[in-house]
């Protein structure tokens, strides 16, 4: 005889346990079961029979797997927990009792909860790891751009934990700069997207894409819990270290990058970091520790090496980057102790000191995007963001802080490009170019180069210019389709051959591709909207109705008047009765068409009715999510249709 | 005995905790015990003296006033009761046992007694009581007792002297000497007379005290405790000793005691005793409580509710220090320890030899280490493991500067700030900014990013299957309808009645020339099924048409059309071929021969009321018309099924209780009512095609019938709630069921008995469902107005399941009064349709 079940001692009423169940079972208090829930990635279920999961009862419940609790039973940071909580009665009743040295030696043996295990147990893989990066960067991100007190009299933000987080982006992006991985940018209303290509667990490249919002200072709304966020982060800033570690060590190098002591004295939070050899660190100092003394030892001795392996830039070029470094310069910033207030809120600096001791880069410059080029970096763009791109492709920056002006100072005539965010007007242009031949354009340009992988015509960038839409290149198939987007890039890919072979008529090039293209849609509309090449009206009418005599020599009037010989008037009347007359016939065929697609319609809904009811159900909800996006693309289409119409409508006006 | 006495004693405090501390003993054992207690204090009084530089305690006070009637010079008597009594007990017992032996009788026992009792009384006051405590407080040696021994006399020293060594010294002589004492029960150890040398402890007799049975108070009855009235009818009230009779003292009558009572003048203050048979007078005392025990008082005069409180332990000069210990702190709790001393040392050695180097940071992990190596292997993949989603890229909407098809109208943008949060499908409007320079801050980063992390720990995961198939690849593989052809497409023929009225019946002649049609108007029309044109009429003056059937038999024509409460069988003689209508005169009229217009029942059995069925011939007028017999039946026949050889034909009536099925015969012009009781209300009825088997369809369910073997053969669960109409495949093993709720369900008989197929497709009820004859066809009739054309091809092979294709939709009838076709009829041996509908129309469908 089977086992007599018996109910609610299997299936989902042991699956599952509500949280206070999951409370009682472990003895805590909901804050730190909140804790241990954020920090081991322990989430709620959603029985598929909440009342056979809650036993009956159909309260509204949270539940949990009833497994996840149990292995919380033997979590380390459960035993963590308790033992701060002991600590945190023992300080507190010495600090009552004012035993200081106790109290002194109590702080000293401080129990600190550690979450590396945590990081191991959550992503048991790299690859895993990196593909869960992307909350992680953003948060840390977000982070390193908030005050101490996000919302005053509320949780603070310890500023140690700012600057860790700065710390931690800035050394994701000196690591992104230093292997060229950066993939896509995207500037968006929210921030500006990245997206890197990291090598995973045996090679495989994984995306990670991530969001900085614009350098403004954030709104905070008053009911944002920052102990959660802040536990989130803790986790957070543990997996990126250890990512860090793990991308560093694979590029040969020392983790965490020394900070060079005396930049920081200068007030320099992220450009203090120097990429160290492991080698090289090793050599100084066997403990790991380096000391100020070794850096600068090691990047003279990188730079040397650097200079030696450089074969692409010339003589003058390497002066001038030498130059570069003797006067690097940084954003000013306030002085330190205010910038303990306001580490969130600086800006970032220049990268020139973040690569000034990077060696030979792991992919070779030539094939990178920018590497001929030279940017200047105008005052009012950002350079936390356009630094980054740029030096990310290959291409060197000059950014307002060494050169006030794009004509100042010696490297003016290594500036291939100036990016600029303002309007200005040609003769300035032409002024502050005096002679040298630089192409001005609006930061736009960059991200759509990056996008596209390739270099794009400045035409419509310059500054002042309206700009072509900025699009996201995560847009997927299903997307709006756009003819002109597509003939752009099939005349770019052309181009590109031509391109290849003289390096220095680029901009022209571009530009005459530009105005080629330009005439081409011009062209195709004009295509588009008559449909056949152009009659004179009468004639048309004439090959409208063949067979009427008065149109016929109204059109011959018109072919005279217009001079068009009688043979050749003869030949286009032909072509156009002809055109006219498949014309026709298309249309029939259309109308034949549309009756047969009627026809099968009504076929298809007979054989619908032997489905069986599921996949009916399954069927009517897959053509509502069809009819619903085609609608969408639909509206954006006609909206699109209608813009242009009225644009060329304001043209011609 | 020990655990007795206590007992006694504790039940002694209870009773005086009641009673409070003034007893009322019986007189007379209250001055004995006073005697006995003079006499011991005179032995005290030295004692008592020897111990007076111990201090008055206000045990002694509250004993004063407790023992007030005892005696004045009582005072001392407790001061040491623990040493006197231990010692006069030892010492009397010494004499008593040297001198009278075994005779020491009551006195004795008695004076035990007043010594225990006292011993008891201080002792359970309080157990541990405060002249116990300064007892032990003064207990140094400069106040011990020895130091007094010197004005004790020699006697009393020399009998000391025995007691001690007589008696094993007590360990428990100290402090709690006497609780124990109480405890273990006060005996006297006495010399063994039967061991040399040994002792033997001797308890003293218990007295139980006041109110027991034992108590000393003389009691004259002799007779004993029992109840008297067993004596009540006697002249005697018992026996004595020696077994004579105890006669009843002599009593008056009622009038002597009467007037004894008016004479007495304490009469009142005399009760009867009832064990002593005489009235007794009771005392002034007695009565006093006979009086307070009235005012619900304490019956104890002496007795003082509102005593003052006496302050044991509070006020001036009475606190008591805790513990109450006496030992003296011990040596350890001033001298360091040794043992820690020498493991301090150990450790002091470890540190100066640098075993241990105190405060070394510990060992810590590095922050950050190698986590992950390239042998990592992820988890195996777990139903109940479920990542959280990645966010979603951001797309176009979200450019700082999309095309322009992207911003919202100002419409839109009205919507989305309308809905709610939770409903709107992207979290920001599109906005297109000129220049990168001009874009500000977006404002609810940190909230999207603490929406995001709540998501992460809060929100449920399920997991939920995206198919990812194409919508079409759903709908079933069947061949296309063209391939299936012929079936009828278009309405060829209308065959329209006079004033709209429903045509509620139709039917087509089995040689394919006629359609008849029954309309509400109460005539049966005959058209010509080629060109629509109405060739005869019958009109049977007796409400609407129900029904009109063509018996299937080819050689005959006849017709049977439904009224209320008659069925008519008519032949339309004129149109047909004389050899035809010779044919199905005879077959008619046969019976008229033999049983001259009379009604028969068949040879079913009888049932009750089928006297109301009758075969009546028309009148001559009619005859020639063509109406050959009239049925005469109970209730409205709603539907006519023919037996395929046309000679019995069923007849169904809701409304006419259990003879609503009928079979008739028309060559006997028979009834019979086949079935006794009905299973409910039969909605139609169907012969087998082949076998003597008959349908009956109530409203859920369809049952088969052996007509031949009168037995139910199946059960068909339909799955619908009201069956309108059935038909049976001319294969005879499948069947289709149409149904008010919308559904039509195709019964395969050798499958199962619930539905093969059920189908909904009409959008309102379904009127009719017709098999073809011959053809692969089937069709259904709607109240939506439609009629829908299958194919169907059954199988052979039993493994196959019947192939059904939706072939065509025939649109024509109109509704009226939410009603659209009402009777559907295949013409035999063509891919043809012939439908009525509440429109007044009947049409020809052609393929």
């Known amino acids: 005889m089977a086992k007599i079940k018996r109910k609610g001692e299997s299936g989902a009423a042991k699956n599952y346990v509500t949280r206070n169940q999951a409370l009682k079972k472990l003895q805590i208090s909901l804050s730190d079961f909140r ?157 500006v997207y990245y997206e890197c290509d990291v090598p995973g667990q045996g090679g495989e490249n994984v995306r990670v894409r991530w969001l900085e919002g614009y350098e403004f200072q954030q709104h905070v709304p ?95 070029e390497d002066e001038a980057a030498q130059d570069e470094d003797a006067e690097e310069d940084f954003v000013e910033r306030p002085s ?97 170019e005096s002679g040298r031949k630089w192409t001005w354009i609006q930061p736009q340009w960059i991200a759509d180069c990056v996008n596209r992988q390739k270099i794009i015509s400045s035409e419509g960038y310059g500054p002042g210019q309206l700009l072509p839409p900025h699009l996201s290149p995560w847009d997927g198939e299903g997307e709006v389709y756009r003819p002109w987007l597509e003939e752009e890039n099939k005349q770019a890919a052309e181009g590109a051959e031509a391109e290849e072979e003289e390096d220095d008529t680029i901009e022209r090039d571009a530009v005459d591709e530009d105005e080629s293209e330009d005439e081409e849609e011009e062209a195709d509309e004009d295509e588009t909207a008559a449909g056949e090449p152009s009659y004179p009206p009468a004639l048309l009418a004439s090959a409208l109705d063949p067979e009427n005599a008065s149109l016929l020599h109204a059109a011959e009037l018109e072919a005279e008047t217009n001079g068009t010989s009688h043979a050749d008037f003869r030949a286009q009347l032909k072509e156009a009765t002809k055109a006219n007359a498949s014309k026709v016939k298309s249309n029939a065929a259309g109308v034949a068409g549309t009756n047969k697609k009627k026809a099968n319609g009504g076929e298809e809904d007979l054989r619908k009715i032997m489905m069986s009811n599921k996949k009916a159900k399954l069927y009517e909800k897959m053509q509502y999510s069809n009819r619903e996006r085609a609608a969408e693309k639909e509206k954006l289409e006609k909206k699109r249709v209608a813009i242009e119409k009225r644009k060329r409508k304001e043209a011609r006006s | ?106 006195d004795e026992s008695d004076s035990a007694y007043g010594e225990e009792e006292d011993d008891e009384e201080s002792g359970s006051e309080s157990g541990y009581n405060s002249s116990d405590i300064e007892a032990m407080y003064d207990s140094s040696p400069a106040t011990s007792p020895s130091s007094s021994h010197k004005e004790l006399s020699t006697d009393e020293k020399l009998s000391k002297m025995i007691a001690k060594h007589s008696v094993k010294p007590d360990e428990t002589l100290g402090s709690d000497a006497k609780i124990s004492g109480a405890k273990e029960g006060v005996g006297r150890l006495v010399p063994s007379k039967l061991v040399e040398g040994g002792y033997k402890r001797e308890y003293e007799e218990y007295e139980a005290g006041y109110g027991s049975e034992s108590s000393t108070e003389d009691n004259p009855n002799t007779v004993g405790n029992i109840p008297m009235e067993w004596y009540d009818d006697l002249p005697h009230i018992g026996y004595d000793v020696n077994g004579r009779k105890i006669f009843r003292p002599a009593q008056g009558d009622e009038l002597d005691k009467f007037l004894a009572n008016v004479e007495d003048p304490n009469a009142w203050m005399s009760a009867e005793d009832k064990l002593m048979q005489q009235s007794v007078q009771l005392t002034d005392k007695e009565l006093d409580i006979i009086r307070r025990l009235e005012r619900a008082e304490n019956p104890d005069a002496d007795y003082d509710p509102y005593q003052p409180t006496i302050e044991w332990f509070t006020g001036e000069g009475k606190e008591r220090v805790m513990p109450l210990s006496a030992a003296p702190e011990p040596k350890r709790r001033f001298v360091p320890s040794k043992w820690e001393h020498k493991k301090v040392m150990k450790i002091v050695k470890a540190i100066r030899e640098g075993r241990i180097i105190p405060n070394k940071p510990s060992a810590a992990k590095p922050t950050v280490y190698a986590i992950w190596s390239d042998a990592d292997q992820a988890n195996a993949p777990h139903a109940m493991y479920m990542p959280a989603p990645q966010l979603p890229p951001p797309k176009t909407a979200e450019s700082y500067n999309p095309p322009e098809e992207y911003l919202p109208t100002e419409q839109e943008k009205e919507e989305w700030e309308n809905m709610d949060k939770e409903d709107r499908k992207t979290d920001f409007l599109p906005q297109k900014y000129d220049a990168l320079r001009l874009v500000p801050g977006y404002k609810n980063l940190v909230q999207e990013k603490f929406e995001r992390c709540l998501d992460l720990y809060l929100a449920p995961r399920t997991r939920k299957v995206k198919l990812n198939i194409d919508p079409e690849s759903l709908i079933p593989k069947l061949p296309a309808p063209k391939e299936l052809k012929p079936f009828p497409i278009a309405c060829s023929v209308q065959y329209r ?59 005959e024509a006849l017709l049977v059309a439904l009224v209320e409460g008659k069925v008519v069988v008519m032949s339309p003689l004129a149109l047909v071929a004389p050899t035809v209508a010779a044919a199905t005169l005879t077959h008619v009229n046969t019976a008229f021969a033999s049983s001259a217009a009379t009604t028969k029942m068949g040879a079913g059995k009888e049932v009750k009321g089928t006297e109301a069925i009758k075969w009546v011939r028309p009148s001559e007028k009619e005859r020639e018309r063509g109406v050959l ?71 859920r369910y369809i049952r088969l019938y052996d007509l031949a073997g009168q037995t139910l053969l199946r059960t068909l669960q339909s799955g619908v709630k009201w069956i309108s109409s059935m038909d049976v495949h001319p294969g005879g093993d499948n069947l289709i069921v ?62 196959q399941n019947p192939l059904i294709v939706p072939l065509k939709i025939l649109r024509g009838h109109r509704i009226t009064d939410g009603i659209g076709v009402l009777d559907l009829r295949w013409v035999a041996g063509k891919p043809w349709l012939v439908s009525s509908g509440a429109d007044g129309e009947v049409r020809l469908w052609c393929s």
């Open chain 1, 336 to 432: 330190k102790a205010d910038e303990v207030e306001d580490v969130a809120t600086a800006p970032l600096t220049t990268y020139n000191s973040l690569l000034a001791t990077s060696s030979t880069p792991s992919t070779s410059r030539q094939s990178l995007l920018f590497s001929p080029y030279t940017f200047y970096l105008s005052r009012e763009t950002s350079s936390r963001t356009w630094e980054f791109v740029i030096r990310a492709m290959g291409g060197k920056v000059i950014t307002s802080l060494s050169a006030p002006s794009p004509s100042d100072g010696a490297t003016a005539d290594s500036i291939t490009h100036v990016i600029i965010d303002r309007p200005m007007t040609a003769e300035r242009m032409r002024e502050m």
């Open chain 2, 1 to 106: 005995m020990a655990s007795r006495n206590a007992t006694a004693s504790s039940s002694r405090v209870a009773s005086r905790a009641a009673a409070g501390p003034s007893r009322v003993p019986p007189s007379t054992k209250t001055k004995k015990r006073a005697v006995e207690e003079i006499s011991v204090e005179d032995d005290e009084d030295e004692f008592g003296a020897a111990g007076s530089g111990i201090d008055m305690s206000d045990d002694d006070e509250e004993e004063e006033q407790v023992e007030g009637e005892g005696g004045e010079d009582d005072q001392e008597e407790e001061e040491f009761p623990e040493f006197d009594s231990e010692l006069e007990d030892g010492e009397e017992d010494l004499v008593a046992g040297e001198g009278e032996d075994a005779s020491d009788g009551d």
């Open chain 2, 497 to 555: 009645h006079p004033g709209d009225t429903r045509v509620r019946a139709t039917s087509v002649s089995p040689d394919a020339t006629f359609v008849a049609s029954g309309s509400e108007d109460g005539v049966v029309r005959l058209w010509d099924l080629g060109n629509g044109r109405e060739v005869w009429r019958w009109d049977l003056k007796s409400g609407p048409i129900q029904y009109v059937e063509w018996s299937p038999y080819k050689d």
């Open chain 2, 629 to 699: 017999v009239y049925v005469e039946v109970p209730g409205t026949p709603k539907q006519v099924a023919w037996h395929r050889k046309g000679d019995y034909f069923a007849t169904v009536a809701a409304d006419a209780s259990n003879k609503s099925v009928l079979i008739h015969q028309l060559s006997k012009h028979a009834t019979q009512s086949p079935f006794r009781k009905l299973p409910g209300a039969v909605q139609r009825v169907a012969f087998h095609p082949t076998k003597p088997h008959f349908f009956a369809a109530t409203q």
């Open chain 1, 35 to 191: 804790r241990l829930c954020i920090l081991k990635g322990i989430y709620p279920r959603e029985p598929l029979n909440k009342k056979r999961a809650n036993k009956g009862s159909s309260a509204p419940a949270t539940f949990y797997y009833h497994k996840d609790i149990q292995y919380l039973l033997h979590e380390p940071l459960l035993v963590k927990f308790r033992e701060h909580k002991a600590f945190a009665k023992k300080l507190a009743r010495a600090l009552g009792r004012g035993e200081w040295a106790l109290a002194k030696n109590l702080e000293e043996a401080k129990p600190v909860a550690r979450l590396d295990h945590l990081v191991k147990e959550r992503y048991p893989t790299f690859t895993l790891a990196l593909q869960d990066l992307q909350d992680p960067l953003n948060l840390v991100h977000l982070f390193s751009t908030l005050p101490t007190n996000p919302i005053p009299g509320k949780t603070l933000v310890p500023s140690a934990v700012i600057a860790e987080c700065s710390r931690l982006i800035s050394e994701w992006k000196v690591w992104a700069i230093r292997t060229h991985s950066l993939k896509k940018v995207f500037l968006g209303i929210k921030g």
């Open chain 2, 738 to 799: 149409g149904s008010y709720d919308k559904k039509l369900a195709w019964f395969d008989m050798d499958l199962s008995a619930k539905p093969y197929k059920t189908l909904r497709y009409h959008t309102r009820a379904l009127r009719s469902v017709v098999y073809h004859p011959t053809l692969p066809l089937f069709a259904s009739a709607s109240d939506d107005g439609t009629i829908h054309i299958f194919h169907c091809t059954v199988y052979t092979d039993l493994m």
């Open chain 1, 222 to 316: 008053t009911d944002v819990d920052f102990r959660i966020l802040l536990t989130f982060l803790d986790l957070y800033r543990t997996l990126i270290n250890f990512v860090l570690f793990k991308l560093y060590t694979e590029e040969n190098l020392v983790y965490p990058p020394p900070l060079d002591e005396e930049l920081d004295e200068r007030g320099e939070s992220v450009g203090a970091f120097r990429l160290v050899e492991k080698k090289a660190a090793e050599g100084v100092d066997g403990t790991g520790q380096v000391s100020k003394k070794a850096v600068r030892k090691a990047i003279k001795g990188i730079k040397a090496s650097g200079a030696d392996a450089d074969v692409e830039m010339g003589e003058d």
